[in-house]
């Protein structure tokens, strides 16, 4: 594949993982509050989860995305493992297991859905504002005549 087409085809994938995972933290939010939080939590779990993933995004993840879409658009031939280096890969799994482990082992106790709801909401506002770097979501019209 082409560098240019990776670099697409890795703001495609981040923003469908950022939409996986804002309907994650928004089910993980409900399930909480069917175990008895207190929905009065919710606007400042939300809140904190959003500056996290801003902070986060602007800070952390945009630079690096930076850097790899640079990378892929300066060559020709890429192949299709290298959307994203090798070390965000592994990186990229171990969080997610850790993420599906913590909430196995969260299943039933509703503050640690809605920790882990918030944790999701974090890293689906880090995606969101770190995908431009992919460029656009949709590609932009010529100006007609």
Known sequence: ???????????????????VLLL????LFRRAVELGLDP?????????AV???LFKGRRVMRPVLAANVAWLRARD????????PAWLLALITTMVTLAALLKHLAAGH????????????AVATALVLAAPAHGPAWPRRAPRH
Do not use: E, N, Q
């Not at 594949?1 to 939409?19: I, K, Q, T, Y």
């Not at 994650?24 to 089910?27: I, M």
């Not at 509703?110 to 909401?121: I, V, Y």
């Open 110 to 121: 509703a503050p640690g859905l809605a920790l882990m709801g918030s944790l999701d909401l």
């Open 40 to 48: 009065l939590h919710l606007p400042w779990l939300g809140l904190l």
């Open 1 to 19: 594949m082409s560098g240019a087409a990776l670099v697409v085809a890795g703001g495609l994938v981040l923003r469908a993982a950022a939409l």
């Open 24 to 27: 994650a933290s928004l089910r």
């Open 77 to 84: 031939v890429v192949p299709a493992w290298r959307l994203f």
């Open 51 to 53: 500056l996290t993933g």
